[in-house]
């Protein structure tokens, strides 16, 4: 639980106070006494001459400003601002690179004060990739993520989007992109001409993850910057959870990752955390995988099908009193041993304004 100290405006009391924030007075007073110090308690119906503060839960004043409606308001006072650089790598037989691409995106993050709302926008990208034919594919990924941003959420008790409040504005940038832009970007008239249920695909995929705002939140926790943002803001709050994901190497195969999370050290200023992942086999079939392997794979790879495993590990350093990340690092993969791997490395770093 996080409190905050709530500055007592002019011509407030108890009663208004408590309704402001949807309390009644005696349950205010005794948040309140129970963490102040005895010469800030507040024994009466009325506020103390001296007090010019008084300690509210942080959710409790997050739930009445955004009751309000009035987020033009908020105050962003806090600005940081980080880069992100992320390698995939797809290899064959543990030697034979198929697909290396480095992306590189720059992102400013606001936060606002005494919330868990923040926004974030992205001011640098760039990439690059081997073999060239894939670099229309990351140019198009890119101009649907931007569509994205600027985006203003704050963060369940889960580490995810618990809403998104210019979710009508992302909604709109799709709309336009959808109707007025897409027939012109080189991909979709590529697919046009030679896979047209994938142009069609594009379309109803983007509508599936823009017209529904569930859907948006589920999609920006995929997007590793916004993945460990939110982890880390939790802290210790944050609790062992399943990670819900498609495979990258089998179609339409559903993977659960049971993660652990732990303190790898700690020090007045800085925590470092450690998130491990096991994937969860329970509703996994072997023989399913080897079906999928023998079909797409064997002919190219000609060895047999081994063992397939997904690997999810994370490592963060948060700032104790902003709770913001300071640096991190993800590895996160897809193997059928000795024969395919699905490789992800992700580093972040905060850095000068």
């Known amino acids: 639980m996080k409190i905050i100290k709530y500055k007592i405006e002019k011509g407030e009391n108890l009663r208004s106070i408590a309704e402001k924030f949807n309390m009644d007075?005696?349950?205010?007073?005794?948040?309140?006494?129970?963490?102040?110090?005895?010469?800030?308690?507040?024994?009466s119906d009325k506020l103390p001459i001296h007090l010019d503060t008084i300690f509210i839960k942080q959710n409790t004043f997050e739930e009445a400003l955004i009751k309000k409606g009035n987020m033009e308001s908020?105050?962003?006072?806090?600005?940081?601002?980080?880069?992100?650089?992320?390698?995939?790598?797809?290899?064959?037989?543990?030697?034979?690179?198929?697909?290396?691409?480095?992306?590189?995106?720059?992102?400013?993050v606001k936060k606002a004060k005494n919330t868990s709302i923040f926004n974030v926008e992205i001011t640098d990208f760039g990439f690059s990739v081997e073999p060239a034919v894939?670099?229309?594919?990351?140019?198009f990924a890119q101009k649907l993520e931007k569509l994205k941003l600027p985006i203003t959420f704050n963060i369940s008790e889960e580490a995810f989007m618990k809403e998104i409040f210019n979710y009508d504005q992302i909604k709109n940038r799709w709309k336009k992109f959808r109707d007025f832009e897409l027939q012109n970007t080189e991909l979709y008239k590529q697919l046009i001409s030679q896979a047209p249920k994938q142009a069609e695909d594009i379309i109803a995929t983007g509508d599936k993850e823009f017209l529904n705002k569930e859907n948006l939140g589920k999609m920006m926790d995929k997007n590793l910057f916004f993945h460990l943002f939110m982890k880390s803001f939790l802290g210790d709050r944050l609790k062992n959870y399943q990670l819900q994901q498609f495979s990258q190497i089998f179609p339409n195969i559903d993977l659960t990752t049971d993660v652990v999370k732990s303190l790898v050290r700690e020090d007045d200023r800085s925590a470092t955390y450690r998130l491990v992942g096991t994937l969860n086999r329970e509703n996994l079939s072997e023989e399913t995988l080897k079906n999928f392997y023998d079909t797409i794979y064997k002919s190219s790879l000609r060895f047999n099908y081994t063992t397939f495993d997904f690997i999810y590990r994370i490592t963060y350093t948060i700032d104790k009193e902003t709770e913001l990340i300071q640096d991190g690092k993800a590895s996160i993969a897809e193997k059928i041993k000795n024969n395919f791997e699905v490789i992800t490395e992700y580093n972040i770093k905060k850095v000068e304004l």
């Open 134 to 139: 894939y670099e229309s594919g990351f140019l």
């Open 74 to 108: 908020l105050n962003f006072e806090e600005v940081v601002r980080y880069r992100c650089e992320q390698l995939n790598i797809s290899r064959v037989n543990n030697e034979i690179i198929t697909l290396s691409a480095n992306t590189f995106h720059e992102f400013l």
């Open 25 to 43: 007075v005696e349950a205010l007073k005794k948040f309140h006494n129970s963490n102040s110090g005895f010469s800030s308690m507040i024994f």
